[in-house]
């Protein structure tokens, strides 16, 4: 939810790095056409990851993925409702010679690194700081986010509950010029809250936590 100009196909999803381990996303299947290469971003974007920085368990404090965990968010997206379950998966799968751990998300991105000239991206910075940007991935013409953060305190109230010490982070992707979101990290939880600034009216809360 509150992702943009985003296709989905029964692929394994998109690769993500982040700063202390690697995740494969999994989508729910649905119709997708052949993604166009001539996007900026394969060109001058190319990452090269060493697995010796990487670590088996991602346990950064804004984007925790322990085995088990199950995060559901209710929201609206399209002038409807929408329910997106998360699940943090005991499997792995190795991508760019590193392993990394498998997310099952119902909606979201498509395309694996490596693969029709994705590139993986940063999901969460080990020590995130204002006015730091990164990108989040580079699948050229489906998925080129851009994040910076915006503010490292805080606290927000969504169905979960109050969360304090929160992270927000801006998004953008050249696909949507003059589009923007708004994600908000709890720590130890990850994302709690996100938001379109922009157009129609898109949002996602954070209503349970298990695992």
């Known amino acids: 939810m509150c992702r943009r100009a985003v296709s989905r196909s029964a692929v394994?999803?998109?690769?993500?790095?982040?700063?202390?381990?690697l995740i494969a996303l999994t989508r729910t299947p649905s119709a997708s056409g052949a993604p166009s290469t001539a996007s900026a971003c394969g060109s001058s974007y190319a990452p090269v990851l060493d697995p010796a920085n990487f670590v088996a368990v991602v346990d950064n404090p804004y984007f925790p993925l322990p085995v088990?965990?199950?995060?559901?968010?209710?929201?609206?997206?399209?002038?409807?409702?929408?329910?997106?379950?998360?699940?943090?998966?005991?499997?792995?799968?190795?991508?760019?010679?590193?392993?990394?751990?498998?997310?099952?998300d119902v909606a979201t991105h498509d395309g694996t690194a490596g693969l029709d000239g994705a590139q993986p991206g940063i999901i969460m910075e080990a020590n995130?700081?204002?006015?730091?940007?990164?990108?989040?991935?580079?699948?050229?013409?489906?998925?080129?986010?851009?994040?910076?953060?915006?503010?490292?305190t805080g606290s927000v109230t969504v169905p979960?509950?109050?969360?304090?010490?929160?992270?927000?982070?801006?998004?953008?992707?050249?696909l949507e010029p003059g589009a923007y979101d708004e994600k908000i990290y709890g720590p130890g939880i990850g994302i709690v809250s996100e938001r379109a600034l922009t157009g129609p009216s898109e949002v996602a809360q954070l209503v349970s936590v298990s695992g």
């Open 12 to 21: 394994t999803a998109l690769t993500l790095a982040s700063v202390v381990g």
């Open 68 to 104: 088990g965990r199950t995060l559901v968010y209710t929201g609206v997206k399209d002038g409807q409702s929408q329910t997106d379950t998360v699940i943090v998966t005991g499997q792995k799968k190795v991508i760019l010679g590193i392993a990394a751990t498998v997310v099952s």
């Open 128 to 152: 995130p700081q204002i006015p730091d940007a990164y990108r989040q991935e580079c699948y050229a013409g489906q998925a080129e986010d851009t994040a910076w953060v915006v503010a490292t």
């Open 160 to 174: 979960y509950g109050k969360v304090r010490n929160v992270l927000t982070t801006l998004e953008s992707t050249r």
